[in-house]
């Protein structure tokens, strides 16, 4: 069974502050996504890696795939009250197979 | 355009009702999924549909039936939930050979 272990689970800061989610597993993946989500709303696609050690950037969002495609991360720079959501990340496989989930983390940005 | 369309987006049942979930998108996707998700959790597969054939269900009781009427079209009815089935509900596709997989909005199911 592959697993994604996403950390830190909750976090809380100031406004400007920066921030990096990590997703690390044993297992490797085809592709790696990272979605943000508001409580009540369907997770919305914030980017899709899929060659080991890819960089990708979205404004103040950094996503990078490690080499080995085992792991992930997702630097926030300067971040702002509108970022607060939960952040997830999802491993792919080829096929139809279905995502492997980490288990979210939770960011609460303050102004 | 990335869209994933549910309705109703949010759903009131008591345990002796019947209701359905509908799920709609037109990029092509082939392959359909329904997801379960409760507070604070990350989503848990429920089943997966490729080329409208069932191929996956996580063990899902069967108060829970899955249709999929066309490639279009993904529907889940309900028959005789518990309380403890109110969550989230997602519906996600995937094109053939894509990685990525695209979610709806959501159906926020309570059951009374």
């Known amino acids: 069974t592959q697993l994604l272990e996403q950390s830190p689970q909750f976090l809380s800061i100031q406004e400007g502050e920066n921030l990096t989610v990590y997703c690390n597993s044993s297992?490797?993946?085809?592709?790696l996504q990272w979605y943000r989500q508001e409580p009540g709303e369907g997770p919305v696609l914030l980017v899709t890696?899929?060659?080991?050690?890819e960089v990708k950037k979205l404004k103040r969002l950094t996503f990078q795939f490690g080499d080995a495609r085992k792991d992930s991360s997702l630097h926030i720079t300067a971040a702002q009250p509108g970022d607060t959501g939960l952040y997830l990340c999802?491993?792919?496989?080829?096929?139809?197979?279905?995502?492997?989930f980490g288990k979210g983390t939770r960011l609460s940005v303050i102004a | 355009d990335t869209e994933v369309t549910q309705t109703p987006k949010h759903l009131v049942m008591g345990m002796t009702n019947k209701k359905s979930l509908k799920c709609e998108q037109h990029?092509?996707?082939?392959?359909m999924y329904w997801y379960k998700q409760k507070a604070k959790k990350p989503p848990e597969l429920m089943f997966v549909?490729?080329?409208?054939?069932?191929?996956i269900n996580e063990s899902v009781p069967s108060r829970f039936s899955p249709e999929c009427p066309n490639s279009s079209l993904l529907n889940l009815h309900l028959h005789a939930l518990q309380p403890e089935d109110s969550a989230l509900y997602l519906c996600?596709?995937?094109?053939?050979?894509?990685?990525?997989?695209?979610f709806g909005e959501g159906s926020w199911l309570t059951v009374v």
């Open positions: 890696v899929v060659t080991g050690g």
């Open positions: 996600a596709s995937r094109k053939e050979g894509g990685n990525t997989i695209y």
């Open positions: 297992s490797v993946f085809s592709s």
């Open positions: 999802a491993g792919g496989n080829s096929g139809n197979t279905p995502l492997v």
């Open positions: 549909y490729s080329y409208e054939k069932l191929s």
């Open positions: 990029m092509g996707h082939r392959a």
